[in-house]
């Protein structure tokens, strides 16, 4: 399997305080992508990035941010997190439509 | 509406039934497509692509129908391992980005 790692991969926190989730890849695949899964909705993609420096927003992207200063990491960032972000969120990398892998997940809970 | 829909399910099927899943999508500009499966609490992971002219992968078969915007799935001879949820996916060419239905699950009994 690709090497992509997500961190941490439970994380409870309070609402208003910042999160930052990371995800790391030794793979130097030219895309990376953050999404939440939710039970009704599915996967939607939050933003991804297409090089270092280089992000964009993806369908659900209001209350986070994202930095991509190398290219093997991709950081997500909920600025002041709200119990509407719980959610299960992966990252997953690519370099062909084909070649999507995911990572582990990150399991947020906002109390 | 949403971009790639399914049937949420689930599927309850005895072991050994064939089993399809259907999924449609709205953007016409959607390149590629994907079959996605995703076990409870794990990632999704790439099961096979989509082609116009159908293909086949052991027990699975996946068919396009553009002039529909319809993708199909096929499971002959299900096993109890295939349960899980099966994720419909439509590539968009720009940012090289993946859309998921909301998945269909299923479940495969003894």
């Known amino acids: 399997d690709a090497g992509i790692t997500q961190s941490p991969r439970h994380k409870v926190t309070e609402t208003g305080t910042p999160v930052t989730l990371r995800c790391h890849q030794t793979e130097n695949h030219r895309y990376m992508y953050w999404y939440r899964q939710d039970p009704g909705h599915g996967l939607r993609l939050i933003h991804y990035?297409?090089?270092?420096?280089?992000?964009d927003k993806g369908e659900v992207s209001d209350g986070y941010s994202v930095s991509r200063s190398k290219t093997e990491d991709f950081l997500l960032t909920l600025e002041s997190a709200t119990s509407s972000q719980t959610s299960v969120y992966f990252c997953?990398?690519?370099?062909?439509?084909?070649?999507?892998?995911f990572g582990s997940g990150t399991r947020l809970t906002v109390v | 509406r949403k971009e790639v829909e399914q049937d949420p399910g689930p599927f309850n099927v005895p072991e050994g039934a064939t089993v399809a899943f259907n999924c449609t999508y709205s953007?016409?500009?959607?390149?590629?497509f994907f079959w996605y499966r995703q076990d409870c609490r794990k990632e999704p992971k790439l099961l096979m692509s989509?082609?116009?002219s159908g293909n086949e992968d052991g027990r699975f078969t996946a068919q396009l129908n553009r002039a529909s915007q319809y993708i199909s799935l096929l499971i002959r001879d299900s096993k109890l391992s295939d349960s899980a949820t099966y994720l419909c996916?439509?590539?968009?060419?720009?940012?090289?980005?993946?859309?998921f239905g909301g998945g269909t699950r299923l479940m495969v009994k003894p």
């Open positions: 953007n016409s500009a959607s390149q590629s």
């Open positions: 997953a990398i690519s370099e062909s439509p084909r070649g999507y892998t």
């Open positions: 990035s297409y090089g270092v420096k280089d992000t």
């Open positions: 989509v082609y116009s």
């Open positions: 996916v439509a590539h968009n060419n720009a940012g090289n980005m993946l859309t």
